[in-house]
């Protein structure tokens, strides 16, 4: 299995980014999937994630409502698209694929929910 994550960058607050995940390895569609971020000198951190159906998805509260998390099936890429941008945001961030086959349940904001996890791409937002 194998998680490719991109898209970070150096943005101004405000800015927007979107970030991508293409897994390989497996039958990506369903599976849950998850993105989180650790900033410098702090833990990882849930962000957003996406059921394996792709009708839920999952927010930590300071990105609901600036950040969508979404999946295309037809190219085994989840998305986290983000909006309104702050300095506060700045961290390295990393997609995971949740453990469960075809999981219709809600546990999805811890880290052991996940098995796999990409390699990390940098985000960078400056005031």
């Known amino acids: 299995v194998q998680l490719q994550a991109s898209g970070g960058g150096l943005v101004q607050a405000g800015g927007s980014l979107r970030l991508s995940c293409v897994v390989s390895g497996i039958a990506f569609s369903i599976y849950g999937m998850g993105w989180f971020r650790q900033a410098p000198g702090k833990e990882r951190e849930f962000v957003g994630a996406i059921s394996w159906s792709g009708r839920n998805t999952y927010y930590e509260d300071s990105v609901r409502g600036r950040f969508t998390v979404s999946r295309d099936n037809a190219k085994n890429t989840v998305y986290l698209q983000m909006n309104s941008l702050k300095p506060d945001d700045t961290a390295v961030y990393y997609c995971?694929?949740?453990?469960?086959?075809?999981?219709?349940?809600?546990?999805?904001?811890?880290?052991?929910?996940?098995?796999?996890w990409g390699q990390g791409t940098l985000v960078t937002v400056s005031s």
């Open positions: 995971a694929k949740h453990r469960r086959i075809a999981y219709s349940g809600s546990y999805y904001l811890a880290e052991n929910d996940y098995d796999f």
